[in-house]
């Protein structure tokens, strides 16, 4: 599992911030992401008829300043009011109108968090999976659409759930980063429990783990989050009915053609 997927939740109809002030800007390495994801990320909104787009679960908004850094202006969206807070502080200039933006609020309702006029948009990481609902999926496509402006790319990323759920799989490698104090490291767990309906439990668990000392490793935090595991047929038949026309399919980042082996799933559509 790609570590793009420790990105905060976007919740709908839920008043918990069930990730709360996880440091995920301390458990990615965000430099050599942004370095990966590059090509792809500028081959897609290099046909922005406009250079005004939304980073949808934007997290703690490193996405955003980094398309910022290209010449966009961004509007980072997220329902954690901890992310939010978090860019928020690392990103001061941005605040609630600045030229990145960032809006606290469910992707359900974003056709009433931001105005109309965007020429592009992306939502990457473990963002869709936190919509469960097919009508609540199908409620933020249809409201992004009325966001966008006609010929605008979106960029969707999230995990190959069609392998996932069909081979069953329950856990993800290991992340391990230096911990707050010396000897001292973090480690983040990450289980899922997949389920008949499509859905699944997905419990992110971090550690203090300090080697020689008692106990060498202590519970920081754990959560359960209710997921749904979309796979590709779904997100494309929402995608078009919602008035977006799918271009391309990629198993990463990096442009892979998809496969059904493949680590994730990344659509390219078009605001038709």
């Known amino acids: 599992m790609p570590e793009e997927f420790l990105e905060g939740p976007v919740q709908t109809g ?13 458990l990615i390495a965000w430099p050599q992401r942004l370095r990966r994801e590059a090509p792809l990320l500028e081959r897609v909104l290099g046909t922005a008829p406009v250079p005004v787009v939304l ?51 469910d992707l359900a309702s974003l056709a009433t968090l931001v105005p109309q006029g965007y020429g592009g948009a992306i ?9 469960t609902e097919i009508e609540t999926l199908q409620q933020f496509f249809s409201g992004l659409a009325s966001r966008m402006v006609a010929g605008a790319p979106l960029l969707l990323q999230l995990l190959n759930y069609d392998r996932i759920m069909d081979q069953g ?31 699944l439990i997905f419990t992110p668990a971090t550690f203090r ?4 000392m ?20 779904e ?9 977006f026309e799918v271009r391309n399919a990629f198993g990463n980042m990096t442009g892979d053609p998809w496969v059904p082996e493949a680590s994730d799933l990344v659509l390219w ?4």
């Open 269 to 272: 559509a078009v605001r038709a």
């Open 55 to 105: 980073d949808l679960g934007c997290g703690t908004g490193e996405h955003s300043r980094f398309l910022q850094s290209l010449g966009y202006s961004v509007t980072g969206v997220d329902a954690s009011k901890a992310q939010i807070q978090a860019a928020r502080e690392v990103d001061p200039d941005g605040g609630e109108a600045g030229p990145s933006r960032y809006v606290h609020g």
């Open 169 to 199: 799989e329950r856990t993800f490698p290991l992340i391990l980063r230096p911990g707050e104090a010396a000897g001292e490291e973090t480690v983040f767990l990450r289980l899922m429990t997949p389920r008949a309906d499509g859905t």
């Open 235 to 243: 997100l494309e038949e929402s995608l078009s009915a919602a008035g």
């Open 214 to 233: 008692e106990p060498p490793l202590e519970l920081i935090s754990a959560q359960n989050v209710h997921l749904r595991g979309w796979r590709r047929s």
């Open 123 to 131: 939502c990457l990481g473990n963002t869709l999976p936190h919509l």
């Open 209 to 212: 783990y300090r080697p020689g």
């Open 14 to 26: 839920k008043s918990e911030d069930a990730y709360g002030r996880i440091q995920y800007r301390g």
